[in-house]
């Protein structure tokens, strides 16, 4: 029994999905498009272009930022300084990867 547990928490851990190049690349896109207009998005950007909006990298560098943390912000209802933006959970996955990509 205890052979059995050990191998299904095994098998669990091996299938969580880690971050992959391919999806920093597609979050990297996404941000350009979706994100570039309030917020610097790229490493060597330190100035957003809406001063209050934080640029990714002041993002990635928040300490215990994780891509959990990434998610509930972007998926939230309401953002009383951001526009109400609407992205599917591959979406979401992807420019979270991409903006913890920035803090490595």
């Known amino acids: 029994m205890r052979i059995t547990i050990v ?3 095994a098998g669990i851990i091996a299938t969580v999905p880690t971050v992959q190049a391919q999806d920093i690349k597609q979050g ?8 570039a207009a309030c917020h610097a998005v790229l490493a060597d950007q330190s100035q957003s ?3 209050e909006a934080p640029s990714f990298e002041t993002v990635a560098a ?3 930022m994780t891509a959990a943390a990434l998610n509930v912000w ?3 209802q309401d953002h009383p300084t951001m526009p109400n933006i609407v992205l599917s959970q591959t979406d979401v996955q992807d420019i979270s990867a991409y903006i913890l990509s920035l803090g490595e």
């Open 62 to 64: 928040t300490p215990g």
């Open 49 to 51: 272009p809406i001063a």
């Open 28 to 35: 990297r896109q996404l941000a350009l498009e979706v994100c």
């Open 74 to 76: 972007l998926t939230a």
């Open 7 to 9: 191998l299904m928490i």
